[in-house]
């Protein structure tokens, strides 16, 4: 649990921001309606969370210059993350999404107002129902840097994929990252950790539980255990990511 190394293995990424500078137009015509957004922010650090706790990470200016410069790279415009399984709003390689960078990375997409999915994204953008942009991304080889101790991540290069208009942005505590701890538990056997590791581990990975286990019977501990498989999976809730903050700021 202690080899933060394992951050810098490359993998699909989301990060997502506020929806603050936007604008929705309906063109004179009336055939399409036009939304442009900021999707990203550069040099901007913030927090992100994974198997191992929190780092900070900065995409710096310029990340983007690969896609942008790639007339062939396919991106697409997308709510809630549906890339791959709802039609995209808007695509690069259909001429409907413009994407460039400022070198904040902007997007630009003629909407048909004919989609009943564009009526309704219409509707909640005016409402504020819809709040945030999203980005996914590759990283790429040599495309991030760590610090010395892997607890702050700058990103420099990357392949954009999609960009997508969210209610919330994703938390990296979700299903996928879960199937990622998983994984990395698997790396690991006696003879890879010392047991004070062991040990950390196992109070580390105690403090998800959504109860006290100094308090709690054997019975206690069943019983809640079984009762958050049968409603989730491996999924980790928001109340368990709550109560995981506050013991961090105790």
Partial sequence: MSDFAARAELGFQRRSIPLTDFELRADDDAKSWSFEGVACTVDHPYS??????EYTETIAGGS??????????KVSLHVNHQHGKAVPLATRHAGTLAVSADPHLRFAAELDPARPDVQILR????????SEMSIGFMDVKDGVEWNEDYTERTVTDLRLREASIVEDGCNDLTTATIRSLATELARFNGADIDEQEVRRAIAWLTGLLPIDLSTATDTDIEVEVLETVERSGLFVSDEMIELWAKRLAA
């Fill in 123 to 130: 509707s909640a953008l005016r409402r504020g129902e819809m």
């Fill in 64 to 73: 983007f210059k690969r896609t942008l410069n790639d007339p062939a790279a």
């Fill in 48 to 53: 992100v969370r994974d198997w191992l706790g």
